[in-house]
């Protein structure tokens, strides 16, 4: 006999028995394999090795920084450490301004993808 998976937070289970037994007490598990036999292409993708909110701040870092680590793309201005870089933003608005613009062109490529 072969172990089952859920291949929604890849538990290992003994049984399909086992693994309905499972969803009944994961209703999240069992929506999202739901969700991945009705749009496999969107949803059946690779397990993240990223938090959301690392994922998200990539994104962030990829549309502010320079050449340099902590450098501002658009006025150069350099900082100490990644924190200060973001709080430039607090404080020159022409930068912020260029900083969403881009953030949102990265975004809408990401979603052309
Ligand atoms: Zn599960
Ligand atoms: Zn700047």
Not at 13 to 21: D, K, N, R, T
Not at 48 to 74: S, W
Request: glycine letters at 2%; a positive charge.
């Amino acid at each position: 006999m072969t172990d089952v998976q859920c291949k929604s937070c890849l538990k290992i289970l003994l049984s399909e028995g086992a693994l309905i037994i499972h969803y009944d007490k994961s209703p999240l598990c069992r929506k999202w394999a739901l969700q991945c036999a009705l749009t496999p292409d969107e949803l059946h993708e690779a397990v993240p090795t990223q938090t959301i909110q690392q994922l998200a701040m990539e994104y962030v870092r990829q549309a502010i920084t320079g050449e340099k680590e902590c450098e501002c793309k658009f006025c150069h201005l350099s900082f100490a450490t990644f924190e200060k870089h973001l709080a430039h933003y607090d404080a020159s608005m022409i930068c912020n301004r260029m900083a969403h613009r881009e953030f949102k062109l990265r975004m809408k490529k990401i979603g052309d993808k």
